[in-house]
């Protein structure tokens, strides 16, 4: 367990209303992620962050905006949600000692659909 | 830029049968990490196994295997005598060598172990 949490577990939303998404890990990792799960895509990585309001862009980072502000949380923001945002969304966590300092560990995700 | 194929979408194999997953991997980078994860119907992802680049060792934990040849660029793995615990969706990844160690994910290969 890597004590990571996700919030909300499930959303429903409509087009066109600003969503938040929050990532919470209670063991002071550094580095946190963003992904998005699709059919026929795999994860893919949205934004990752390095340290307190240190982050940056991931491959599919268009539509959305991270805020970290504390260690422990990273939050991911929908500004004007949209219909291909609709999926599963995974954070992550990497912790910064041996020997895993390059395992991604995922949270629970968040199924959100936005109608 | 880091790419991770998995040509095989869906297997099923009968309960007791071996079975493996295959995965082909292109990067330029001489350092990099693969890994395996599994994705069981609940829904979260759980890490099986991390590679360096510089490990071509096979490993073996209980029934599961790995088989990593960088002459063929693939990090393939191997379930034996597979039970229907292990039904679920396995992706392989491959990390960059940025800090971040980002991982891009193949597609995923959805294995159903039939009783």
């Known amino acids: 367990d890597a004590g990571i949490t996700q919030s909300p577990r499930h959303k429903v939303t409509e087009t066109g209303t600003p969503v938040t998404l929050r990532c919470h890990q209670t063991e002071n990792h550094r580095y946190m992620y963003w992904y998005r799960q699709d059919p026929g895509h795999g994860l893919r990585l949205i934004h990752y962050s390095y340290g307190v309001k240190d982050t940056d862009k991931g491959e599919v980072s268009d539509g959305y905006s991270v805020s970290r502000s504390k260690t422990e949380d990273f939050l991911l923001t929908l500004e004007s949600a949209t219909s291909s945002q609709t999926s599963v969304y995974f954070c992550?966590?990497?912790?910064?000692?041996?020997?895993?300092?390059?395992?991604?560990?995922f949270g629970p995700g968040t199924r959100l659909t936005v109608l | 830029a880091q790419k991770v194929t998995q040509a095989q979408t869906e297997i099923s194999v009968v309960e007791k049968e071996d079975v493996t997953l295959d995965c082909v991997y292109e990067?330029?980078?001489?350092?990099?990490?693969l890994f395996w994860y599994k994705q069981p119907p609940s829904g979260e992802l759980v890490f099986l196994i991390r590679?360096?680049?510089?490990?071509?060792q096979n490993e073996i934990s209980g029934r599961y295997s790995w088989n990593f040849q960088k002459s063929t660029s693939s990090f393939n793995f191997t379930i034996t005598a597979s039970q229907v615990v292990d039904s679920a969706v396995y992706f392989c990844a491959l990390s960059d060598q940025t800090g971040a160690n980002n991982l891009f994910f193949g597609t995923g290969t959805r294995l159903t172990v039939i009783p």
């Open positions: 990067t330029r980078d001489t350092t990099y990490y």
């Open positions: 590679r360096n680049s510089f490990d071509e």
């Open positions: 992550a966590i990497r912790p910064g000692l041996a020997p895993a300092t390059d395992t991604q560990y």
